[in-house]
């Protein structure tokens, strides 16, 4: 199972950005994914995650400013950044948690991590 990232950029302050993230491989089918973000000399912290049935959850810090959703045919999450700030400034990783078979609980997947800097 892989996670392709993609979206990231030097925006400025206000701005916004969309990440996508798409998972490919042989798979049975993908519970919860979500959006992390690691910013330098800190830890990775939750942005935001959503369930396959579309529940959402979000970091305070980006409450009312990004939304999560997610395309269960194409096994593909997004992230839209709006009104972004510099403190967003991090890189940006994707998760997932993929269930192989029928017959296996899900097991956690990472992408590869997308650079957002928010700059003027």
């Known amino acids: 199972v892989q996670l392709q990232a993609s979206g990231g950029g030097l925006v400025q302050p206000g701005e916004s950005l969309r990440l996508s993230c798409a998972a490919s491989?042989?798979?049975?089918?993908?519970?919860?994914m979500a959006w992390y973000r690691e910013a330098p000399g800190k830890q990775r912290e939750l942005v935001a995650g959503?369930?396959?049935?579309?529940?959402?959850n979000y970091a305070d810090s980006v409450k009312g400013r990004f939304t999560i959703s997610r395309d269960n045919a194409k096994n593909t999450v997004y992230l839209q950044m709006n009104s972004l700030k510099p403190e967003d400034t991090a890189v940006y990783y994707c998760?997932?948690?993929?269930?192989?078979?029928?017959?296996?609980?899900?097991?956690?997947?990472w992408g590869q991590g997308t650079l957002v800097t928010v700059s003027s």
């Open positions: 998760n997932a948690w993929v269930r192989k078979n029928v017959y296996v609980t899900a097991s956690p997947y």
């Open positions: 491989g042989s798979f049975f089918l993908i519970d919860n």
């Open positions: 959503i369930t396959r049935g579309m529940g959402t």
